[in-house]
């Protein structure tokens, strides 16, 4: 991926908050490391999907990428343009933030939030239009607007453009909000859980309607589930990357078939067992040791799935996994066993864990 390919550029990035400690109002806040240290390269025409579970930090990634969410350690660039540096009131960056914001798109889980519920959806549709293609006249916006309702299946657009929010379902809705993020002209869309309030029936269609329109308009888009079944889909048919994010970290990441025909984390292991369509041989058993995913203001020590994985030795609990590439592809694995080197191979497994290979 050549530089001036890549759209959005993470490096090395933290998202930490602090939260209140509770009911002692004298003792220090807790730090919660919602994003841990993380490198991500989107380039153009891109599709990465990333899974995890709830809690894991996935969303926050997300609006950090997209310049919603500030990194409180590490950069993250738009074209090169650093996002925090093109923030600041003071200086004078290559790239406005406006335009910034422009081409860094978000539809939400709740598409309803990002529509005025007392606005039309032509009005709704215009705003962008009006602000970012100012060459255009009235009429051209109309027909605009008319041939994108259209494109999305919502006919007769007419029709559909003079209702509210109130009179659309939920995938009425949900075609309005990506609309209006591509009438932006974006070269980057975050669909952050976009599909998961859908009925199960409607999620396939929005999510092809979402890759057809990706690759009309040559979008790149970050798609974040909990739910591995519609990130495989997403990154499958576009060709893409698929992320695993555990407790903050991004433990794997690759293309999409090579992650799930042979994942080499174990908690990918475990992300595809507990997907029945993905399911991994005939094991009833989950490649688990511990079920309860450990508080994200306490993160277990160095490797942070040390408390479940079933491969747990005692130098996971001492040294965190750097995430690394075996064979040189940007294949990319935060695990010990992926090093025949590493001297995890040399350690005594945990109480109840196994390091076969
Ligand atoms: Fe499991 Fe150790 Fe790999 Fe962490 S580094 S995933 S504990 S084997």
């Known amino acids: 991926m050549s530089a001036d390919e890549t759209v959005v550029s993470l490096s090395g990035v933290d998202v ?3 939260t209140d400690s509770g009911i002692n109002p004298f003792a220090d806040p807790e730090t919660v490391r919602a994003v841990d240290d993380i490198d991500l390269e989107i380039a153009e025409n891109d599709v ?3 899974v995890g579970e709830s809690g894991s930090g996935k969303t926050t990634l997300g609006k950090t990428a997209v310049g919603l969410q500030k990194p409180t350690g590490g950069t993250v660039s738009y074209r090169g343009q650093d996002i925090s540096e093109a923030r600041n009131w003071f200086s004078k960056p290559e790239i406005p933030f406006s335009e910034i914001r422009r081409s860094l798109q978000i539809i939400h889980q709740d598409p309803e939030s990002s529509l005025n519920p007392h606005k039309s959806v032509r009005s709704s549709l215009e705003q962008p239009l009006k ?8 009429e051209d916006r109309e027909a605009r607007i008319l041939a ?6 919502m006919s007769p657009p007419h029709d559909y453009a003079q209702r509210y929010p109130h009179q659309l379902s939920g995938g ?3 075609r309005v909000a990506l609309v209006r993020a591509l009438l932006m002209n974006p070269d980057l869309i975050l669909a952050d859980e976009a599909v998961s309030a859908l009925d199960v029936s409607l999620r396939v269609e929005m999510m092809d309607l979402m890759l057809d329109l990706q690759d009309s308009f040559d979008t790149s888009f970050l798609f974040i589930s909990h739910d591995l079944s519609n990130a495989r889909y997403v990154a499958e048919h576009a060709g893409g990357r698929l992320g695993v994010m555990y407790l903050g970290e991004l433990v794997e990441i690759g293309p999409v078939e090579e992650v799930l025909q042979n994942p080499q984390h174990p908690y990918t292991k475990v992300l595809k067992w507990a997907t029945p369509s ?3 041989g005939d094991s009833t058993e989950p490649p688990i040791r511990e079920i309860d995913i450990p508080d994200p203001v306490n993160p277990p020590s160095a490797c942070r799935f040390h408390t479940r994985c079933p491969n ?4 996971c609990q001492e040294t965190a996994p750097e995430p690394l590439s075996t064979d040189g592809s940007d294949r990319r694995t935060a695990c010990h066993r992926v090093d025949e080197e590493s001297e995890y191979w040399q350690r005594s497994p945990l109480e109840g864990a196994r390091l076969d290979r």
Do not use: C, N, S
């Not at 602000?131 to 009235?138: A, M, S, Y």
């Not at 747990?312 to 130098?315: I, L």
């Open 278 to 280: 993905l399911e991994i």
């Open 312 to 315: 747990a030795t005692t130098y």
């Open 16 to 18: 930490h908050f602090e």
């Open 172 to 174: 009425e809705t949900q």
């Open 48 to 50: 990465v999907a990333i």
């Open 148 to 153: 994108m309702l259209e494109r999305v299946g």
């Open 131 to 138: 602000k970012w293609q100012t060459d255009l006249g009235p």
